[in-house]
T-cell receptor, first 112, second 113 residues
Framework: DAKTTQPPSMDCAEGRAANLPCNHS???????VYWYRQIHSQGPQYIIH???NNETNEMASLIITEDRKSSTLILPHATLRDTAVYYC?????????????FGKGTRLSVIA | AAGVIQSPRHLIKEKRETATLKCYPIPRHDTVYWYQQGPGQDPQFLISFYEKMQSDKGSIPDRFSAQQFSDYHSELNMSSLELGDSALYFC????????????FGNGTRLTVT
């Protein structure tokens, strides 16, 4: 599975958009980009995933570059409750039940 | 919506004792995963089951074993507990279909004294 690189920490003002980058320059054609977050000591929470097209849901938007070597998770209006560690995970889902491998994520602090 | 249920939420054991953690997946989910998260660490994959068969194996110690039952719930059995086993243990479930996301429970906090 492709290795990902994320900044260790970021700050964002409450109400502003939070843009979390992820580099995955060795991604292969059949690998998906998943984003999860973990609020302190809670179970990781699924946010969004995509292959090559941009995706949007009620939580966030995922922008994947055309060459697929990087992506950005966008939280459009960050709130204090979005303070968490955000994980970008790139993986091939073989038959749909491949486990996720968590690396070092980005600790996002939303500031009032 | 129903979520992944883990029990117990907290467990305190002494060294060399055994512990059993339980996981009840989201209804109709057929795949269960176990993760261990030590203090200040990222979640580490232990083992997974699909349709009651072991699917993938990660960094699970030989002292640990797990199984998935006919009702799809899963149990993680931990023997000869060590201080280093103190951690949060998360269970996740998914549908065994392409790219179905994993959904995690809120974990069991195991403390070994």
């Amino acid at each position: 599975d492709a290795k990902t690189t994320q900044p260790p920490s970021m700050d964002c003002a409450e109400g502003r958009a939070a843009n979390l980058p992820c580099n995955h320059s060795t991604i292969s054609g059949n690998e998906y980009v998943y984003w999860y977050r973990q609020i302190h000591s809670q179970g990781p929470q699924y946010i969004i995933h995509g292959l090559k097209n941009n995706e949007t849901n009620e939580m966030a938007s995922l922008i994947i570059t055309e060459d697929r070597k990087s992506s950005t998770l966008i939280l459009p209006h960050a709130t204090l409750r979005d303070t968490a560690v955000y994980y970008c995970i790139v993986i091939v889902r073989r038959g749909g039940n491949t486990p996720l491998v968590f690396g070092k994520g980005t600790r996002l602090s939303v500031i009032a | 919506a129903a979520g992944v249920i883990q029990s117990p939420r907290h467990l305190i054991k002494e060294k060399r004792e055994t512990a059993t953690l339980k996981c009840y997946p989201i209804p109709r989910h057929d795949t269960v995963y176990w993760y261990q998260q030590g203090p200040g660490q990222d979640p580490q994959f232990l083992i997974s089951f699909y349709e009651k068969m072991q699917s993938d194996k990660g960094s699970i110690p030989d002292r640990f074993s797990a199984q998935q039952f006919s009702d799809y719930h899963s149990e993680l059995n931990m023997s000869s507990l060590e201080l280093g086993d103190s951690a949060l243990y998360f269970c996740a479930s998914s549908l065994g279909q392409n790219n179905s996301p994993l959904h995690f429970g809120n974990g069991t906090r195991l403390t070994v004294t």
